[in-house]
């Protein structure tokens, strides 16, 4: 009878998401992370568990370089509005609790994927040095800033994001094509390193800063971007190239 008693709370536990564990505690695995939180002030002992009071309203994060393998816990932090979690070792990174968020800088991981499908108040994303394979930023309409370099992508539909001013997709990814026509607010387009064969840049009349360098164009029209102070495309095979209307 005293076991028949006890089960109900232990399947409780068990299917309880990991923030709701012990009521009032949430789960962070990681020692790295935990350690880190400690020295920011939102814990005080190693044991696997911070009190979630502590962190459901904080709303800037920065954990970059503090050799950190798993985040999970970070689905707590309801209220961020920032997150700095680059250059650590993690594989797994879930924001979709983390509705508020505008800014978040994940580089230098080892991300095999992200949604950010949720986090439609995003308006700068660095994901670049990891190894996504696709990106979805659909939904993200007023992001403003995309550095997703340095990747593993054959893929990029920025077509919804036409808050766009910088755009960086340079270094390993494998992009056939790339539609910038919606993104007229593009100031700073970095697309080198891809197998590219066309670029059109003639809606992006706002450019400042072109690098298509190491793709695979046999031409490249620049007479709509006048505002044009910098251009790199070099390693292609571009047999002529027309500045004359690129005076500054």
Known sequence: MRIKSLLPLFLISVMAPASMLWGQNTYVPDDNFEQALIDLGYDDTLDDYV????ISGVTSLDVESKGISDITGIEAFTT?????CEDNQITILDVSSITALTHLF??????TSLDVSANTALTSLYCVGNQLTSLDVSSNTVLGILHCGDNQLTTLDVSNNTALTYLNCISNNQLTSLDVSTNTALTW??????????LDVSTNTALTHLECW????TSLDVSNNTAL???ACYDNSLTSLDVSSNTA
């Open 51 to 54: 009190l979630t009071e502590n």
């Open 106 to 111: 994940c580089e230098n991981n080892q991300l």
């Open 189 to 198: 387009l970095g697309c080198g390193d891809s197998p590219l064969t066309t």
């Open 229 to 231: 102070t910098n251009l």
């Open 214 to 217: 190491q793709n695979q164009l």
């Open 80 to 84: 961020l509005t920032i997150l700095h």
